[in-house]
């Protein structure tokens, strides 16, 4: 990344991805890793792997591990199962039940954190299930969870991912996701659901960024970034930083921006060259959306 795009960056609004980022540590030492490298602001894949309805015990020890830290947890995914290489639970009907219930705990873990942003991811189609009926499934866990959501002030996001790596995931173009979004929105009345715009994917799925921005802007909730090729940090593939935060900006975009990348050597905290130690820590408060739009 050149030294015009650290500039660029939007200072105060980096949120890590502790998913991906510092996985080399346990989870409950990512926290104060984050911490270490400047970091007060992180997000996470939903942590617990397959159990929907963690222990309460296990509940607190990451509450501690990031109250501790000093670190706020920005965004939390809902029930996604990516660790048995599931994209996601919501659209799934062999998995209704467990997402349900898992509506509560996320929502609990979020609002004990302060947490404003919570991503459903779709789910993949299900052979021998006809699409149509996952979508109304999928439609109907969606607008529970942006209910849910609602009930602490918190964001419903929806994410597009990419083909090559989720060939089975119905959401792979930034329209895709966008036209959930209006469905959930006009289901609800809320106005809540919001699109989660990966860069990463976008790329990966050969997105134009100034369209993607130009068309939908007002429907982001949440950006998150990558390089690509390789999903490493900015600086060590082909996209255009520095035009894509102008871009933003220009857009009225004020919300975070999740670092979800990983490391190209394979030590995190070796991989934040890029950005500025002074851009790294965030801003106090939420910050989410354009600025005309969420408060």
Known sequence: MTAASQHVFPNGRATVN?????SELPLLERPAAAAAAGFTAAELWW???EEHTPAEAELDALRKAFTDAGVQLTGLNFLDDLTKGARGTVSVPAEKERFRENIAVSVSLAESLGTKALNALYGNRVEGVDPAEQDELALENLVLAARAAHGIGAILLIEALNKPESPDYPLVTAAAAVEIVDKVNAATGLGNAKFLADFYHLAKNGEDFAAVIDAYADRFGHVQIADNPGRNEPGTGDLDFED???????????GRVGLEYRPSTGVSADSFEWLPRELRAANQGPSQGLSQGLS
């Open 47 to 49: 942590p617990f792997g």
């Open 18 to 22: 502790l998913s991906i980022l510092f």
């Open 244 to 254: 894509l935060f102008a871009r933003l900006a220009a857009a009225g975009y004020t």
